[in-house]
């Protein structure tokens, strides 16, 4: 652990002692977390095929059910995301915060089946997903939802003639990510967007053949100081926790800041975030 890392550690772990004063406390509590920022990327390459031309992306991630966030949030955000008009929806991971200790009923299916898009929804295992024996429940939640798993595998998206490749890894806690097995059915001239709940992952990543990474499981740290940052990422989420990085001359990662909470229920200078990416072909 380097020392900025420890300093970091040190100031949440007192915040986390002593609480956040007063009026902060109650906006990081009761404010911040119902926000929601949506961020609005345009993601141009020569790769992309023009039948992509204004191609509309939404990704949501890490929503973490039962752990201060309920299903009539769940239903409002899916609301939000249809009034997007997205042509393809994603999911990054972390459905649900304890999923051995979570009320499974149908609702949650009945929620997720409303989300719309034509050219198909799709989702990856994340930490919390394979955590508490959720793998199975998971897995039927959304194949009942009409999402597509990416487990190491691709899924080819057309449109006319054309295509891309839309690929996704395997959770790298708990899970077995595989980056060539996932693109094995990629051709030479594929633009590809590969899903991976660990943003860290890129490192790896990038001596693959993948344009795009869309990544969850930070949360941006979840608490932002000014002038410090992220007081606190998990693991796999320690070098890319925000935004946007260029990772290589090809690879771009995108890092969303989830929606839901984990370990506390408080978000400051760190809303919940929508991506909306719009592909435009050079
Ligand atoms: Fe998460």
Not at 18 to 32: K, M, Q
Not at 176 to 181: G, L
Request: proline letters at 5%; hydrophobic letters at 35%.
């Amino acid at each position: 652990m380097n020392r900025r890392t420890f300093l970091k550690r040190s100031l949440g772990s007192l915040l986390t002692l002593f609480g956040l004063s007063g009026g902060t406390y109650f906006y990081a509590r009761e404010i911040e977390p119902s926000l929601l920022k949506i961020t609005e990327e345009s993601i141009t390459s020569p790769q992309i095929p023009n039948a992509f031309n204004q191609f509309k992306i939404v990704q949501f991630s890490d929503t973490h059910l039962g752990f201060h966030y309920s299903l009539e949030q769940l239903e409002t955000l899916v609301t939000k995301i249809n009034n997007l008009e997205p042509d393809l929806i994603l999911f990054t991971g972390d459905l649900v915060d304890e999923p051995n200790n979570y009320h499974w009923d149908d609702s949650l299916i009945r929620i997720l089946q409303q989300l719309e898009a034509p050219e198909g929804k799709f989702w990856i295992y994340g930490n919390h997903d394979h955590g508490g024996y959720g793998t199975d429940i998971l897995y039927e939640t959304f194949e009942a939802a009409d999402f597509t798993l990416l487990q190491n595998n691709a899924s080819r998206i057309h449109r006319e003639d054309a295509s891309f490749l839309l690929a996704g890894l395997d959770d790298a806690m708990l899970g077995n990510p595989d980056v060539s097995q996932s693109l094995r059915d990629q051709t030479a001239s594929d633009f590809t967007i590969l899903l991976a709940h660990e943003p860290d992952l890129a490192d790896m990543v990038k001596d693959y053949p993948v344009d795009i990474q869309l990544s969850g499981h930070s949360h941006g740290g979840q608490v932002r100081l000014p002038f410090i940052g992220d007081l606190y990422t998990p693991a796999y989420a320690e070098k890319y926790v925000q935004g946007k990085y260029s990772v290589s001359d090809r690879l771009t990662l995108y890092v969303n800041s989830g929606i839901g909470t984990t370990r506390l229920p408080y978000r400051f200078f760190c809303k919940p975030e929508l991506h909306v990416f719009t592909l435009h072909p050079n």
